[in-house]
């Protein structure tokens, strides 16, 4: 099992560019978040989504879109990327709830360290 | 108001020390807590969940006070290993599985 991975691991963008990263995971979870890490500021939840097809708003969605056509993957897509942006990305999957499993453990991926100029 | 406050640090301590972290969530209708750990430039990953009548595992002690909102780690015995930064985690009110993070308190263990 590779857990959750997660593509790129590194970008540099200059503003105004666009890029999508994907994260994937091999434990059929059926939930999966996207959150961004900034120094002093703890994870914060940018969308989340509880199923495949399905996606859902979290604390900071602006400026950000995502995608879950396969259940095995949740895409992150900025479209026209800002310097506030420079963050370092986690992605993490969980059971659902109500599954029979603990959702309590969210499971993440390396994270993608991006960088807008 | 952040819904979890922690203490950002850091603690440094040396080895064999004890210390204590405290954390305090603002929704009272949290229903599962957590400590999560990461390491300098890696992933969280899930240390322990925190339960009413408290648990243990190993130097590792969890307690939960629900009245005052409150959510305490106690490290035994501190390991250079142990340095990383420790999440307080809480659940959110909705059945999302959604989590909402503190951001972090520093530990440094020092020789």
């Known amino acids: 099992n590779a857990g959750v991975t997660q593509t790129p691991k590194f970008r540099v963008l200059k503003t105004g560019q666009s890029m999508t990263l994907l994260c994937a995971q091999d434990?059929?979870?059926?939930?999966m978040y996207w959150y961004r890490q900034d120094p002093g500021m703890g994870l914060r939840l940018i969308h989340y989504s509880v199923g495949e097809g399905t996606t859902a708003k979290g604390e900071v969605p602006d400026g950000y879109n995502v995608s879950r056509l396969k259940k095995q993957n949740f895409l992150l897509g900025l479209e026209s990327a800002a310097p506030s942006q420079t963050s370092v990305y986690f992605c993490?999957?969980?059971?659902?709830?109500?599954?029979?499993?603990?959702?309590?453990?969210?499971?993440f991926g390396p994270g993608t360290r991006l960088t807008v100029l | 108001r952040k819904e979890v406050e922690q203490d950002p640090g850091p603690f440094n301590v040396p080895e064999g020390a004890t210390v204590a972290f405290n954390c305090t969530y603002s929704?009272?209708?949290?229903?599962?807590f957590f400590w999560y750990r990461q390491d300098c430039r890696k992933e969280p990953k899930l240390l322990m969940s925190?339960?009413?009548s408290g648990n243990e595992d190993g130097r590792f002690t969890a307690q939960l006070n629900r009245a005052s909102q409150y959510i305490s780690l106690l490290i035994r015995d501190s390991k250079l290993s142990d340095s990383a930064t420790y999440l307080c985690?809480?659940?959110?009110?909705?059945?999302?599985?959604?989590?909402?993070f503190g951001q972090g308190t520093t530990l440094q263990v020092k020789p």
């Open positions: 985690v809480v659940t959110g009110s909705s059945n999302t599985g959604k989590l909402i």
């Open positions: 993490a999957s969980s059971y659902r709830v109500g599954a029979g499993h603990s959702t309590d453990t969210q499971y």
């Open positions: 925190v339960y009413s």
């Open positions: 929704n009272s209708a949290s229903q599962s």
């Open positions: 434990m059929n979870h059926e939930y």
